[in-house]
C-alpha cells in the first residue's frame, strides 16, 4: 500500500512527459533537439 502513491506520481510524471512530447510535433527534431526541448520545459 504504501508504494501506490510513488506509482501514481510516476504515473503522473510520465503522462506529462508524453503530453509535453506530443504537443511539440516537429518531424525535423532530432534526439538532441528533443533534450533541449525537455530540459528546458
Given at each position: 500500500?504504501?508504494?501506490?502513491?510513488?506509482?501514481?506520481?510516476?504515473?503522473?510524471?510520465?503522462?506529462?512527459l508524453k503530453a509535453s512530447i506530443s504537443a511539440?510535433?516537429?518531424?525535423?527534431?532530432?534526439?538532441?533537439?528533443?533534450?533541449?526541448?525537455?530540459?528546458?520545459?
Open positions: 500500500m504504501l508504494a501506490l502513491p510513488t506509482v501514481n506520481a510516476s504515473l503522473d510524471v510520465l503522462l506529462d511539440f510535433d516537429d518531424p525535423r527534431m532530432d534526439t538532441q533537439d528533443l533534450a533541449f526541448y525537455l530540459a528546458t520545459h
